[in-house]
């Protein structure tokens, strides 16, 4: 087994967490002293859910009863060895265009330019088909070369049946290669031990 890293082993035990803060201009980002593991995905996806399920927690990150709740980047420091980041979503229909270009600016600015950036979670919803504004951020985690993981979330929603057609549905639309997915559930748990396995690889 090699050796893990601070990070790595902070994510594992998730023993001190806590809500550092919400960045809604990229002049206020924490300094970048330790690796961080952002999560993106659309608006009402589950983000949220995912991060107090991996960390074990039921309410660090507020879960949303209103999509588009999330605003800034909000910044969970974990035994100051490592930040996890909750992005606002994107996606939702009713934004108006100078919202979006302000999401834009916010998150494309910091995907960019973020040098403690280890990798990025890009949550959908296993129900539905990729939409563009998935397609758009894996462009971008692309293009710059970020280790990134797909999660497939929501699956205690579908039978198992149904689970292997979303799959590969999701597959043949995303193309995240069967290595970079995860077939996820924040209810239940189903997928947990391999994220964290595989965020650990990030770190
Ligand atoms: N059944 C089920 N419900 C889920 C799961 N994950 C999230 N939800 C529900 O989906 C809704 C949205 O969850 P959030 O975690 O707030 O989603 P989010 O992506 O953080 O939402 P925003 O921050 O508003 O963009 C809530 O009602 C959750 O309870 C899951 O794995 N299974
Ligand atoms: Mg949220």
Excluded at 15 to 24: A, L, Q
Excluded at 149 to 158: N, Q, S
């Amino acid at each position: 087994m090699p050796e893990q890293s601070p990070a790595a082993a902070a994510l594992a035990a998730a023993r001190n967490c806590r809500f550092e803060k919400s960045v809604v201009r990229l002049a206020d980002l924490p300094p970048a002293s330790v690796p961080e593991i952002a999560f993106a995905g659309r608006s009402n996806v589950g983000k949220s859910s995912l991060m107090n399920r991996l960390l074990g927690r039921r309410n660090l990150v507020r879960v949303s009863g209103r999509p588009g709740c999330t605003r800034g980047l909000n910044f969970f420091d974990l035994d100051g060895k490592l930040y996890l980041v909750d992005l606002p979503g994107y996606g939702f229909a009713k934004v108006p265009a100078s919202e979006r270009r302000r999401w834009e600016e916010l998150v494309g600015g910091y995907l960019e330019a973020r040098e403690t950036l280890a990798g990025v979670v890009l949550i959908v919803d296993i129900r539905h088909e990729a939409k563009p504004g998935d397609r758009q951020m894996l462009g971008w985690l692309k293009e710059r070369g970020l280790p990134f993981l797909v999660v497939y979330t929501k699956a205690d929603k579908l039978s198992g049946n149904a689970i292997s057609r979303q799959t590969a549905v999701l597959d043949a639309g995303l193309g995240p290669g069967r290595d970079n997915r995860i077939v996820f559930s924040a209810k239940n748990g189903r997928g947990r031990e391999e994220l964290l396995y595989k965020l650990q690889g990030f770190l």
